[in-house]
């Protein structure tokens, strides 16, 4: 054994090998730290530059447009109070944008969120004809081009005269996102063990009784980011909020006012900063007040081997 060995050691050119694992684990490790900061500033640069010009007074963005810093005496609050200001007193009325996107929403994740859990559960769990091309029609329609029906929409919404209602865009938005969040809750749904569904059965649940206390607690981080995911498209969206409410100032949502903000000469470009903030501030808050939601409810402890 040890001949052969020797005989392989000699054989071996000497000065010539090359230990290509070695290599790229030591590329990775250097090249690692570079991405992630490289992608850290791509997404924080924007916004901090964003939040910094809409603290700072016009007088002092002329004299300095590219200051990436200021001090406290250059601090001005008066840009998010023209900015939340009601019309009257001559602001934007942000605060009423704001209230309207929010009741949209939350509206919005609580109706979707009550058609797409037994829904997708449905889906995930019974048997029944057409099961699998339903699942495929849920998708497709999702896939569905949003401006191909707004003409459709506003002329119907038009004569049954719900267009420059929040009711209307409510409609709107549930029926938009309803399939989606079925598809997305679905396949969660069929990764939670049928064993625990099977002896709760045992136990005496009913099947409305299983999925309440079993399936849907187990279910909680995809119902949580489900509802932020809702929320996120019901805060932002914009095409359906400009055909519906543009005639009714009192009905806009945040986006729609932000658009008008942008496409006006006469706003200051630190008004229409401020205004950016207000409208991705909450997404931010949101997403990490339900952190701990997204990874509290998965399903450790859950089935014993």
Known sequence: ?????????????????????GFENALF????????????????????????????????????????????????????????????AGGQGFIVFMRNSLLVALATVVLTLLVSIPGSYAVSRLAFFGRRQVSGLFLAVYFFPAILL?????????????R???????????SQVAAVSIYTLRNYFATIPVSL????????????????????????PA?????LFIFMIAWNEFLFALLFLVEKRDSWTVSLGLS???????????????????????IIILFFASERLLVGGLTAGAEKG
């Open 150 to 162: 707004a003409v459709p929409l506003f002329v119907f919404f038009t004569q049954i005269g719900l």
């Open 164 to 174: 420059g209602s929040l009711v209307g865009l409510l409609i709107v938005y549930v």
């Open 29 to 88: 490790r250097i090249l690692r730290p570079i991405v992630i900061v490289l992608l850290v500033l791509a997404a924080v640069v924007p916004f901090y530059y964003m939040v910094l010009l809409s603290f700072r007074s016009l007088d002092s963005l002329l004299q300095n447009p590219g200051a990436l810093w200021i001090t406290i005496e250059e601090l001005d609050f008066s840009t998010y109070l023209d900015v939340l200001a009601p019309v009257d």
């Open 1 to 21: 054994m040890s001949a052969t060995t020797d005989a392989v050691t000699e054989a071996r050119p000497a000065g010539r090998g090359f230990d290509r694992d």
């Open 223 to 227: 119902i949580v980011s489900n509802g």
């Open 260 to 282: 008008q903000l942008s496409g006006s000469i006469e706003v200051p470009t630190t008004v229409l900063m401020a205004g950016s903030v207000i409208l991705t501030l909450p």
């Open 197 to 220: 569904e099977e002896a709760a059965a045992l136990d005496g649940c009913t099947r409305f009784q299983i999925m309440r206390r079993v399936s849907i607690p187990l279910a909680m």
